[in-house]
């Protein structure tokens, strides 16, 4: 299978003052040897920005980084994070990760032999009014989307011998150092979107059908919002877009 995966993972903080405590013990249970957590600020208001870095200081698993405008971590982390790191995890500011997930996708794309673009996985969702928690994968089965992503995603046999297509959280993208991967105009969840199409598009997307990643589902989330009122919308706008 060769040697183990080295990993970045990264996060753009803004205006989450009050989740960066739980995303810090999250990313730090992580159960890897051989990654780095770059993260950013991203203009908060809240004073956020100066609570991270204070969080950060004399921990060698974190590398503080600076932007020059909105976005361009998350949208652009090959610009930030060294070629030496051969995959790359988005990680949200106000979610939390399984402390495996690096090892597993770790055991998938050496098995596929690195000939993978993207990684998703199943979620769980916590919802912040009542602490609900709802175990979920995005399953695509309307006939119009899966005419459409057959041109992206490959058809996948799994245990139980099921072929499905998913969305999912769990972002991990091949570290392309040349790629200039640009947003123009953001459309919250439709880009998150855009970009594993187009991620999907340089090479394998596999979809890993285990709950590693949370996403806390809170009401004044702008992704939230746009992804309960239009979910599908979102798609068709990402694939005519792509």
């Not at 009050?18 to 208001?45: A, G, M, P, R």
């Not at 030496?84 to 996708?105: N, P």
Request: charged share 30%.
């Amino acid at each position: 299978m060769g040697k183990k995966v080295k990993f970045a993972v990264y996060t753009s903080f803004y205006n989450c003052h009050n989740y960066v405590d739980q995303i810090f013990e999250s990313v730090l249970s992580i159960d890897y040897d051989d990654w780095k957590w770059f993260i950013t600020d991203d203009f908060s208001t809240d004073g956020t920005g100066h609570y991270i870095k204070e969080k950060c200081k004399g921990n060698a698993r974190i590398e503080y980084v600076e932007q020059t405008q909105k976005k361009e971590m998350y949208w652009q982390p090959n610009k930030f994070i060294p070629k030496e790191f051969e995959y790359v995890l988005l990680v949200c500011a106000d979610d939390k990760v399984d402390h495996m997930i690096l090892e597993v996708y770790d055991n998938v794309i050496r098995k596929n032999q690195r000939d993978i673009s993207v990684l998703t996985c199943d979620l769980q969702e916590i919802y912040e009014e009542n602490r609900d928690i709802k175990s979920i994968g995005y399953v695509l089965n309307q006939e119009n989307i899966i005419k459409k992503l057959d041109l992206y995603y490959p058809t996948m046999d799994y245990v139980n011998n099921l072929e499905y297509f998913a969305f999912g959280l769990g972002m991990c993208f091949k570290n392309y150092h040349d790629l200039n991967f640009k947003i123009e105009d953001y459309n919250a969840s439709s880009e998150d979107f855009y970009r594993i199409l187009y991620m999907n598009s340089l090479g394998r997307w596999i979809h890993v059908p285990r709950n590693l990643y949370i996403w806390t589902a809170r009401s004044g989330s702008e992704s939230r919002k746009e992804a309960d009122l239009n979910f599908y919308q979102n798609f068709e706008i990402a694939f005519n877009k792509c």
